[in-house]
C-alpha cells in the first residue's frame, strides 16, 4: 500500500509547476498584446488573425508543458514509490478518450484565459494601466475578478458570463495536473497488484474530508478485476488489496 502522504508530496510539488508555467503565459500574453495589439476598449484577440495566431501558441505551449510535467511528476512517483515498470500504460488509461484527454482539458483552461485576458486588457487600456500592474492585478484577482478595482465598475449586461461568474484558471490547470498524476500512481497500484495476484481491494478513506461519493465506496471489497479511479478532484482515498479470495 502506497504512503498517501508521499503521494499528496507528489501531486502538491505540481502546484509549483502550474504557477511558474502559469505566470509565464500571462506575461507572455500581455506582452504580445501590447507588441502587436489593437490596445483599445474593445480589445479582441480575433480582430488581427496573427494576433489570435500567436496567442493560441502561447497556451498550446502552456498545455504542453503542464502536461509533460503532469506526466513526469507521475512517472517519478511510481519509479520511486512502486516496483513497477509499466508506466505508460497506466498513465494511457487514465487519461481518457480522444475528447477528454488531460491535454484537451487544459486546452479548455486555456480558452477561458484567453477570454479574461481580453477584457483585463480592454480595462487596463481604458485606466492607462501599464502591461507590468496588468499582470499584477490579474495574478491577485484570479478567484473572482468582479472583486477588483476595475472589474468592479463594468455594467452587470455587459459580459456574457454575468456577475456569478468566477473561474480560477491556475486553481483548474493545477487540479487537471494533480488528478492526472494521482490517477495514473493509483492506476499503476492496481495493476501492479493485478499482475501479482491479488483477489480484491477495500477503499479505504484517505482524509478526514466529509465526501459522500467516497464514504459510499469505502469498505467493501471489490473484485480486482474492477479498475480502483478517483471519483473526484484530489480524492486521496486508497486501495488496500488482499491476495485472498473473498470469504
Avoid at 86 to 97: I, R
Avoid at 109 to 119: F, T
Wanted: glycine fraction near 4%.
Amino acid at each position: 500500500m502506497l504512503d498517501n502522504d508521499r503521494l499528496a508530496r507528489y501531486a502538491a510539488a505540481f502546484k509549483k509547476d502550474a504557477s511558474k508555467e502559469f505566470d509565464k503565459a500571462v506575461m507572455a500574453l500581455i506582452s504580445l498584446a501590447w507588441e502587436k495589439g489593437d490596445l483599445s476598449d474593445n480589445f479582441l484577440w480575433e480582430a488581427n488573425p496573427q494576433l489570435d495566431a500567436e496567442a493560441n501558441a502561447i497556451l498550446r505551449d502552456l498545455s504542453d508543458t503542464l502536461a509533460e510535467k503532469a506526466k513526469e511528476r507521475a512517472r517519478v512517483a511510481v519509479q520511486e514509490m512502486l516496483d513497477f515498470d509499466e508506466f505508460d500504460t497506466a498513465w494511457d488509461q487514465t487519461d481518457g478518450d480522444d475528447y477528454d484527454t488531460i491535454l484537451f482539458r487544459l486546452d479548455m483552461q486555456g480558452s477561458h484565459l484567453k477570454d479574461l485576458l481580453a477584457i483585463w486588457i480592454a480595462l487596463a487600456v481604458v485606466n492607462n494601466i501599464g502591461k507590468s500592474e496588468l499582470r499584477v492585478l490579474v495574478l491577485r484577482y484570479l478567484n473572482n475578478p468582479f472583486t477588483s478595482p476595475l472589474w468592479k465598475r463594468i455594467p452587470i449586461d455587459s459580459l456574457r458570463w454575468g456577475r456569478g461568474y468566477s473561474r480560477n484558471v491556475l486553481e483548474q490547470l493545477t487540479l487537471i495536473g494533480q488528478n492526472a498524476i494521482i490517477g495514473a500512481v493509483r492506476f499503476a497500484e492496481w495493476m501492479d497488484a493485478s499482475e501479482r495476484g491479488a483477489k480484491y481491494y477495500i477503499r479505504r478513506r484517505g482524509s478526514s474530508y466529509a465526501c459522500d461519493e467516497c464514504q459510499e465506496l469505502a469498505n467493501k471489497p471489490i473484485p480486482i478485476e474492477v479498475p480502483f479511479v478517483i471519483p473526484h478532484g484530489r480524492c486521496m482515498c486508497y486501495a488496500e488489496y488482499f491476495f485472498d479470495e473473498i470469504v
